[in-house]
């Protein structure tokens, strides 16, 4: 009889919350997404994040949070890192990691919203650069905070320990690893789970994706300098062309994919830049191709790097190129990343809970991407369980009239606040519920 009374109040209880967090919600958006409309039309670059970041933190310690602020290490001398940390202790239980994202980039604006960014920001290269929340990151911070709100409210229904991030400098993949540095689990609690979100441009708005497994690509940014032996472009005989090296190097690297990587292994090679020569008719000493290789498996991605530069290495033999001008290979570690990897008994769990609570049209699997991100890294190696699910942000009008979309990174990027937060909300609110319920 005690273990029937028990699950009809669980039942119940389950239940209650889930119509009280819809009610809870109804009450919150119109506030929240004036919040989201100021962080649109107020972005900040990567490593530059001091107001957002003390927005963050100040809505945060308002809903009676413990905030630390800012947090974190760049190994770039006289930097702040503006990493927040907030920290709400409920009783006995797992410690749950939420994060969220706070930096924007360096793209024009051209959506025409009321609210739209007119900001401009020197970039760490000094030029004068337009500043937009081509991401999404806006819509991060805002669920974050809609979130935080939620469980503020409902806490007899979990016990555990919920942190919540607003990470900086993700775009530039520095900003988990420069919190990391700065003995972040040595500081705050060590979770049990982390979970975060990211917006989707080509999902509904609201609806929720989740894939179990890789979930992103690692991503690897590589400069090759072809170089050569220039000369007049009247008397090539008398060169070593690097031009012409190029393209062959262009051409060869379609055979990683192609031909030495298995078609079950996901890989994309792409030359973004290729910079060379400074008239018609002089062949130049050198060209520099700048490339970013993007991969999923650690040994696949460690295959690749390698072809790479056993091709241009192998080019330039070819070609007669004497081994003190052989090609130089460049792997930026700063600008590399390691794939995200989302844990997949956690992933089921959350999709189970969020289907359970939002409905099964409104959470769907989805394939895995090629972008990147570095939240992974606060799993540590895969040590500590992490998934990061997708957020439709799209008007589903467009989708259905069959217009192109805009993508993220995107001038046009624009997504539909009020049902995009509300699925950011509800669907995040629910996971944490979940894990310490």
């Known amino acids: 009889m005690k273990r029937i009374a028990f699950l009809t109040l ?12 819809d009610q809870m919600i109804d009450r919150e958006i119109p506030s929240l997404v004036g919040t989201y409309k100021q962080l649109h039309a107020a972005p900040e670059l990567s490593m530059q994040e001091k107001n957002t970041s003390a927005l963050v933190a100040s809505r945060l310690r308002e809903l009676g949070y413990e905030v630390t602020y800012p ?12 990493g927040v940390v907030a920290i709400m202790k409920n009783g006995a239980g797992p410690t749950v990691l939420v994060r969220s994202d706070m930096d924007a980039l360096p793209v024009l604006e051209q959506t025409g919203l009321p609210y739209a960014s007119s900001v401009r920001a020197k970039s760490p290269t000094g030029d004068d650069v337009p500043v937009m929340h081509a991401c999404g990151h806006d819509i991060h911070m805002t669920t974050l905070l809609g979130t935080a709100k939620m469980l503020a409210q409902l806490k007899s229904q979990w016990h555990g320990t919920v942190m919540l991030i607003g990470q900086p400098a993700e775009e530039v993949v520095k900003g988990a690893e420069g919190m990391l540095r700065d003995h972040f689990y040595e500081r705050f609690p060590k979770p049990d789970f982390i979970i975060a979100l990211h917006d989707n441009a080509s999902m509904p708005a609201g609806q929720i994706g989740y894939t179990p497994g890789y979930f992103m690509a690692s991503a690897d940014s590589v400069n090759v300098t072809i170089r050569g032996m220039g000369g007049h472009g009247a008397a090539p005989q008398s060169t070593k062309d690097p031009v012409v090296m190029a393209a062959q190097f262009i051409n060869a ?21 290729i910079h060379g020569g400074t008239k018609r008719n002089i062949i130049p000493d050198e060209v520099q191709l700048l490339m970013t290789v993007r991969t999923y498996k650690p040994e696949v991605r460690k295959r690749v790097l390698a072809s790479i530069e056993r091709i241009a290495r192998g080019i330039a033999l070819a070609a007669g190129v004497p081994d003190d001008r052989a090609p130089i290979f460049e792997l930026l ?26 409905g099964a049209a409104n959470v769907i699997r989805i394939d895995p991407l090629m972008v990147s991100e570095d939240f992974g890294r606060f799993g540590l190696d895969r040590k500590i369980p992490v998934s990061m699910i997708n957020l439709g942000a ?12 805009p993508s993220l990174h995107s001038s046009g990027f624009q997504p539909l606040p009020d049902p995009t937060l509300r699925g950011g909300i509800k669907a995040m609110t629910l996971g944490v519920l979940e894990l310490l319920h």
């Open 10 to 21: 669980f039942i119940v209880s389950s239940a209650f919350a889930q119509s009280s967090l």
């Open 71 to 82: 947090v974190g290490q760049y190994t770039e001398p006289g930097t702040t890192c503006y």
């Open 253 to 273: 690297l379609q055979t990683i994919v192609s031909r030495e990587d298995s078609p079950l292994d996901p890989v994309v090679v792409t030359v973004g830049s």
């Open 333 to 358: 570690a700063g600008e590399s990343v390691e794939s995200t990897y989302n844990d997949p008994a956690l992933t089921e769990r959350l999709a189970a809970a969020l289907t359970k609570g939002m």
């Open 394 to 405: 799209v008007d589903p009008a467009k989708i259905a009239s069959g217009q192109r979309l």
